[in-house]
């Protein structure tokens, strides 16, 4: 058996080799692409031999996705994802003085791999169709991540220099492409109160909005009260911070909509996904980021417990001495746990959600704690599913809940 320890940058990887007992081999630093997983093939041979099955080989690396980790999969070596923060842990027994260095890091990723190899996680083998459905949802994710951070640039200058156009799109949501046109076709207190009913109409009209002689006229009477104002140079100055605010948000708004027929195309393209958009709460842009987290590694998640302490729904107990506390997971992946959340929210629609949250407020849970175990039940049922390859069933997933003693 080989293990090596990859610490992995931009360009370059730096990797240690040990054997089963520790003993450093070698140590390297090759390049990113195929040069270097040639050259890593050939450390591997050099001191593996020629007998050496490629599932000896095992490899700790701290990320799970990209070329380089699945050349490394596909030559059939066992990878291990580490979180960093779980190799700075490890590094601590080494010394307390917080020292580091890439070949310090290789070390320390080669020496977990053979110290706690059975305390980490597998690259799960999820199949193209999986990957595929991850790349796209977490890339619509991210841009929708990405525009909430720009709106509250954009609103936080506004705030200071321009507060009644805040008042005055409320209605139309500050983030709607038709309210952001406006913005920009007025970007200052004196121009905004000079747009006439006729151009916001045009404006509202093109986007298709309901009631819009009626919304013209109350954005025109908001636009159009006394403001305090700011000299002309320092409005002007805002105004164009605004309008390049507002201009961004509108092209990521398009690229949302585009990456979202993606997700619904990759996802719906999937062979789980007919499960998925069978239990209650999820839809396709959901499903599609439960799927990306999950994987679809059957593997991967023996029990059902697994798969919920993957996604930090299910609680931890810390006890010590006469202090016993159950809490929530705070470490998780926080991309799973948005998702789940959104889920456990819509099901609410669902009778028997519905029954088993109002069971876990009754008993005084407050309504984050009580959604999050109804999103940990839910995570159970989805388990259930996936391993029967059945479709989600009301009455069966809450039998055991329907009855007012039932635990």
């Not at 058996?1 to 990887?13: P, S």
């Not at 951070?149 to 799109?169: N, V």
């Not at 996802?267 to 999820?282: K, Q, R, T, V």
């Not at 009754?362 to 989805?382: D, F, K, M, S, T």
Request: charge should be positive; hydrophobic fraction near 40%; glycine fraction near 6%.
């Amino acid at each position: 058996m080989l293990l090596i320890g990859d610490d992995w940058a931009e360009d370059h990887h730096d990797v240690e080799v040990q054997d089963a007992s520790g003993r450093k081999l070698a140590s390297a630093n090759l390049p990113e692409g195929v040069a270097g997983i040639a050259k890593l093939h050939e450390l591997v041979a050099r001191h593996g031999g020629a007998d050496l099955d490629p599932a000896g080989v095992v490899v700790g690396i701290e990320t799970d996705r990209g070329s380089w980790v699945q050349a490394l999969i596909a030559s059939g070596y066992q990878v291990f994802a580490i979180n960093p923060r779980q190799v700075n842990r490890f590094k601590e027994r080494y010394g307390s003085s917080g020292a580091k260095s890439d070949k310090g890091d290789a070390h320390a990723l080669a020496d977990m791999v053979r110290i706690d190899r059975d305390q980490l996680r597998p690259v799960a083998g999820d199949s193209e169709q999986a990957q595929a459905v991850k790349v796209v949802a977490r890339a619509h994710q991210s841009l929708i991540w990405e525009r909430t951070r720009t709106f509250q640039r954009l609103r936080s200058t506004l705030r200071e220099y321009f507060p009644g156009a805040l008042k005055a799109y409320a209605d139309l949501a500050l983030t709607s492409t038709d309210a952001l046109e406006l913005l920009i076709k007025a970007p200052s207190p004196a121009t905004a109160a000079k747009l006439t009913r006729t151009q916001i109409t045009t404006v509202l009209t093109r986007h298709r909005r309901h009631n819009r002689d009626a919304k013209a006229a109350t954005i025109q009477s908001a636009l159009r009260e006394q403001q305090l104002g700011l000299p002309e140079p320092v409005t002007a100055a805002y105004a164009a911070a605004a309008t390049a605010h507002a201009r961004l948000i509108i092209a990521l708004n398009e690229q949302i909509a585009l990456m979202e027929e993606q997700v619904r195309a990759h996802f719906l393209a999937h062979p789980d996904a007919e499960i998925y958009l069978s239990m209650p709460g999820i839809g396709e842009i959901t499903g599609a980021r439960v799927l990306a987290e999950f994987g679809d590694d059957p593997t991967r998640y023996a029990f059902a417990k697994a798969r919920k302490n993957y996604a930090g729904t299910s609680p931890i107990t810390r006890a010590s001495g006469k202090s016993h506390t159950v809490q929530a997971r705070y470490v998780r992946n926080n991309r799973l746990a948005d998702a789940l959340q959104t889920q456990a929210f819509a099901a609410l629609r669902s009778p028997g959600a519905r029954r088993y949250y109002d069971k876990q407020r009754a008993r005084e849970a407050g309504y984050n704690p009580a959604l999050r175990q109804l999103g940990n039940r839910l995570v159970g049922i989805l388990h259930g599913c996936l391993k029967t390859r059945t479709h989600y069933d009301e009455a069966t997933a809450w039998s055991h809940h329907a009855h007012p003693h039932a635990t």
